[in-house]
Each structure stands twice: as C-alpha cells, then as structure tokens.
C-alpha cells in the first residue's frame, strides 16, 4: 500500500464550476497535511495546510480533513483555466519524513 | 527571509559520470532538507531527508547518496549515472517537525 495516494486523472471541470481533489494516506498517527500546486515544468509550490480534523477555507481553496477515515480533500471554488495543474498531496509522516502522493491534473476549460 | 538556492538548472550528463548536485538555505537554522526526484508525468519520490548536519534516511536503495557537510547544504551524489537517473531534481526546506515544506527551482538531469 503506497503512503500517500492519489487519483491521476485528469480532472476536466468548466470554468466556474467546483474542482475536487481527493487524498488518502496509510499512516493513522499522521499529523500535518498538505496541498501542492505544480505547474508544467516547475517546482511545487504550497497552498494549503491543514492539520485539524474539519474544514480550513483561503479564498477560493478549501481544504478538508477526516483523520479517522484518513482522507484529505481540496476543493476550488470558481475554477479559472490559471488552476489548470498537477496537485500534489504529501503528508508528514513519523514527524520529518515528508511524502507526496503521485499527484491529480485537473484541467479547467474555459 | 528564507531562501532556497539549487543548481544547475539544466544537466546533461552522460552515463557513468559522476553527478554533484547542491542546494544552500538562507535565512533560517537548523532546517530538515530533502531531495526529490520527479520521473517524467509522475510524482515526487523521497530520495534522502536530513534533520541535522551528518544525519541522512536514505528512502530509496540505488546509486545515489547525500550529504550535509554544513547546517544549511545539502548534497545529492553519484559515482556513475544511469539513464534511469534522468529526471526533475528537487531540493525543499522545512523549519523542522510536521511542517510545510519549500522548494528550490529544481534541477532538470538527462542522461545519455
């Protein structure tokens, strides 16, 4: 079972519309989660944190956090063609170790 | 404020050669420092994490290693390069514990 999973995609969602990206990890004693946006051909670079069970909301991103079921979610409200990228999840594991799921692209047409 | 510097940003290199690749930190003491790696469409793979000058976990078995001679260098190492080797080469930063981590620019390596 890998760490930090992921799905693919692609995710094609119209301009406007809600863009929902999902995450599961393995390790229960998991304690900080985070989301990545990568452009093509660029380094990561952080969107959100988010370290609570629940919702943490910044401007059109929010992110969500069930640690019992062991799921991380992103939403984007109003999605523009500029959130066309690869997201990136990566969970800190046992404190230091940091790791990324495979990454989702989500493709926003206008 | 915290800067990341890695480089180069292009590499070729062919293979069997050796590989130095180097990334400095500015402006903070004491952080964790990663290298990652990024196959062509894929996603990040933990290399090597440090939380302290000598200290390296090794992730992945192959012919690569680190080292961090100084609180805020690290160094990505090969004796001999494979073609496997090509890839995204990226360092990040962290303040240490289970925080955010920031990357440098990355460095692009084929292998030929």
């Known amino acids: 079972q890998k760490e930090v999973e992921q799905n693919s995609g692609p995710l094609s969602v119209p301009e406007g519309a809600i863009a929902s990206l999902n995450c599961t990890y393995s390790?229960?004693?998991?304690?900080?989660f985070f989301w990545y946006r990568q452009y093509s051909g660029k380094s990561p670079e952080l969107i959100m944190s988010?370290?609570?069970?629940g919702d943490k909301e910044d401007g059109r991103f929010t992110a969500q956090l069930n640690k019992a079921s062991q799921y991380v979610s992103l939403l984007i409200r109003d999605s523009q063609p500029s959130d066309s990228a690869t997201y990136l999840c990566?969970?800190?594991?046992?404190?230091?170790?940091?790791?990324f799921g495979a990454g989702t692209i989500l493709r926003v047409k206008s | 404020s915290q800067t990341i510097h890695q480089w180069p940003a292009t590499l070729v290199q062919p293979v069997g050669s050796p590989l130095s690749l180097e990334c400095t930190v500015e402006?903070?003491?004491?952080?964790?420092l990663y290298w990652y790696r990024q196959a062509a469409g894929r996603g990040l793979q933990l290399l090597f994490y440090?939380?302290?000058?000598?200290?390296i976990s090794s992730e992945v078995p192959q012919n690569l290693s680190a080292s961090r001679p100084q609180d805020r260098q690290f160094i990505l190492s090969s004796k001999k390069l494979l073609l496997s080797d090509s890839g995204f080469y990226l360092c990040?930063?962290?303040?240490?514990?289970?925080?955010?981590?920031?990357f440098g620019q990355g460095t692009r390596l084929t292998v030929v």
């Open positions: 390790d229960r004693g998991s304690q900080s």
């Open positions: 440090s939380v302290g000058i000598g200290q």
């Open positions: 402006g903070t003491s004491n952080p964790n």
């Open positions: 990566a969970v800190n594991i046992s404190g230091n170790k940091l790791v």
């Open positions: 990040a930063w962290s303040p240490g514990g289970p925080t955010e981590a920031f």
């Open positions: 988010i370290y609570s069970n």
